[in-house]
């Protein structure tokens, strides 16, 4: 007798040839779990929304603040920008830089309800962080 741990089948393993899963069954298993990749990729490369906001969300509970210590987070403090004074840029910034590219002073001009220095210090954190860059014309332009 062994004295390693063993495992005893108290039933005959099933033949592989047996088994069948049906079209139905097997598309909904492949697209839950494609929808847990992207859900996974999500997580991985977000880079501008907290990761414990992004994990409630995973599991259905969108009303939820930021956690202040995830590296997202930590990163984002360091503008010494709130959260609704970060968001308010981000949302004027992003549909413009996704229609067209656009000179700096331009887009920092065109953003409403917000001071310049907090302008740059936003458009600043989407540059370092991969979210905009610099085209050929030092225009800058969305990163898709």
């Given amino acids: 007798q062994s004295k390693l741990p063993q495992l005893v089948y108290t039933m005959p393993r099933q033949d592989a040839a047996g088994l069948v899963i049906s079209k139905e069954n097997y598309q909904d298993r492949k697209e839950n779990s494609l929808s847990k990749i992207d859900a996974m990729l999500n997580y991985v490369l977000s880079y501008n929304k907290c990761r414990s906001q992004l994990l409630l969300a995973y599991f259905g ?3 939820s603040y930021r956690c202040g210590s995830c ?4 990163e984002r403090n360091k503008l010494k920008l709130s ?3 970060f968001d308010a840029v981000l949302d004027q910034v992003k549909p413009m830089l996704q229609e067209q590219a656009v000179d700096l002073t331009i887009l920092v001009d065109s953003i409403k309800d917000s001071t310049e220095d907090k302008a740059l210090k936003v458009i600043q954190w989407l540059i ?3 979210k905009i860059i610099n085209n050929d014309d030092e225009k800058l332009e969305w990163v898709s």
């Fill in 61 to 63: 509970e969108d009303d």
């Fill in 128 to 130: 370092e962080n991969g």
């Fill in 83 to 85: 959260q609704l004074e």
């Fill in 71 to 74: 590296d997202v987070c930590l």
